[in-house]
């Protein structure tokens, strides 16, 4: 047990590969109870909301997901965030570490046009991997054929919870939602699923790091734009066009005129992992980057990393020098994500 | 019969004649959790007692693992660049990581025997 954003978590239960590898083949629970979740009501949630992120809300569907951003006026970005549509309010999934800022954040810039309400009183967890559906339909049918990205509320086990088709880990699976009072209760008819185990932080890194996912804080944080970070496929065309997101002029110069450096995947050559903050140069041992996340990936069977470069440097296999304790390890840009996402298509 | 001392930092030398074979204790292995790679020292390095001699990396971090007596490292053990993961399995065993010429016998005074280190054990735990 590790503090981790105020909160005292498992790093693992049986062992942080076997549980990584179980979420590749059957199915693991994370107990994610410490991120912030709330719901956004006014007349327009979703305009509002539009005003603090990029992503599309005013035309999202009801009962479909968006991933977005909170951005500063600079186009940095304040937070990674889950953004659900229930028509007469938005359900939202932020960060741990960041979710009083975040909360303050919306509730202070949207204060007379929409309305947060915190839910501190319900837990978050997580069944990832192929077995996911299969054991989740054993207690809740309905969810078998939700789309991803799409919530349904709905009975498990007879306990009434919001379930969301979406995750962390690039594998199909959940994220239920439900009162503290019944988590304990879900958890244990999650676990006794046959094909289902318990799984810590440290695998809960290791597949979003093969799976390419930002973690805030260390990939994405308030000096990295999403075009910079690589996610402007989560602005649509319609907010491009209005440019009517904080930072929108110079995101979108980024993306016309370049960015000076971007997230890519990186590979090291050998056995040794590169960890965050490891320094990349070019063949002359120019610096010309950082690695911000990496680490040993077991699906991939050997170390995958994440990080930024500059202009000219990020095309994939090109070649890249990681400085590890003092000496130059050989790397090569690699295209993200290093293992398939297989999230469901219906 | 080989003498086997430990070191405040998890680390064990069995003694042979003036030859210590280091490796860290199953604690140590148990600890750090699944580990991916291990950095060996190059034959012929010379260590002093209580220098970085090797470098274990489990999934989430890297450990040092310090020379427990000063001399000239003179065996490395192979098997860990393919299977790492020997050292969670038989780290007192099989998972051993290089072997030290013993350049000064009486530092081995300073570390513990087993019993002691048993002790540390159970302080720590």
Redesign the interface.
């Known amino acids: 047990m590790v503090p981790f954003a105020g909160y005292e978590m498992p790093?693992?239960y049986e062992?942080?590969?076997?549980e990584h590898q179980h979420a590749r083949t059957h199915a693991v629970l994370f107990d994610v109870s410490h991120m912030g979740q709330a719901r956004l009501l006014g007349d327009d949630p979703s305009r509002a909301l539009e005003t603090l992120v990029p992503g599309a809300l005013a035309d999202l569907p009801e009962g479909r997901m968006r991933y977005t951003m909170l951005l500063n006026d600079k186009g940095g970005i304040l937070d990674d965030l889950m953004v659900t549509q229930r028509g007469d309010h938005l359900f939202l999934v932020v960060n741990a570490a960041c979710k009083e800022a975040d909360f303050a954040h919306i509730g202070g810039n949207l204060a007379g046009k929409a309305e947060l309400e915190l839910l501190p009183n319900r837990a978050l967890m997580a069944l990832q991997g192929p077995a996911a559906a299969r054991a989740l339909a054993s207690l809740a049918p309905d969810c078998a054929d939700m789309p991803f990205m799409s919530i349904r509320s709905m009975k498990v086990n007879g306990i009434g919870c919001e379930v969301t088709r979406s995750g962390y880990t690039g594998e199909d699976g959940f994220e239920i939602s439900v009162p503290n009072a019944e988590a304990e209760a879900l958890a244990q008819a999650l676990l006794d699923h046959p094909e289902v185990k318990p799984a810590g932080l440290?695998s809960r890194?290791?597949l979003r790091l093969e799976a390419g996912l930002c973690l805030y804080g260390s990939d994405i944080d308030e000096t990295t734009t999403p075009a910079e970070a690589a996610l402007m496929w989560t602005i649509s065309k319609r907010r491009r066009e209005e440019a009517n997101f904080p930072g929108a002029s110079i995101i979108l110069d980024q993306v016309a005129n370049g960015a000076p450096r971007k997230r890519v995947g990186i590979k090291p050559e050998g056995?040794?992992?590169a960890?965050a903050h490891t320094e990349i140069t070019d063949a002359d041992g120019t610096v010309i980057g950082e690695i911000t996340s990496g680490?040993?990936g077991?699906s991939v069977g050997g170390?995958v990393a994440m990080g930024y470069v500059k202009t000219g440097f990020t095309a994939p296999g090109t070649a890249l020098q990681l400085m590890v304790?003092g000496k130059a390890m050989a790397a090569s840009v690699a295209k993200l994500p290093f293992t398939e996402h297989r999230y469901f298509k219906g | 019969m080989a003498t086997v001392k430990y070191t405040k930092e998890h680390e064990w030398v069995s003694i042979e004649g003036d030859t210590g074979t280091v490796g860290i204790t199953d604690h140590a292995q148990e600890q750090l959790?699944?580990l991916?790679?291990i950095?060996l020292p190059e034959v012929g390095k010379e260590l002093g007692q209580g220098d970085e001699a090797a470098?274990v990396?489990?999934?989430?971090?890297?450990s040092e693992v310090y020379a427990p007596v000063s001399g000239e490292v003179t065996e490395v053990n192979e098997a860990l660049?393919d299977n790492?993961a020997l050292v969670n399995s038989e780290a007192e065993t099989g998972g051993w990581m290089f072997k030290i010429k013993i350049a000064d016998p009486s530092q081995l005074d300073a570390l513990m025997d087993e019993a002691s280190y048993r002790e540390l054990l159970k302080e720590i735990d």
Request: glycine share 12%.
């Open positions: 790093v693992q062992g942080i590969i076997a440290g890194d290791s056995k040794a992992p960890r680490g040993f077991p170390p304790r | 959790g699944d991916v790679f950095e470098v990396e489990s999934v989430k971090a890297a660049n790492p």
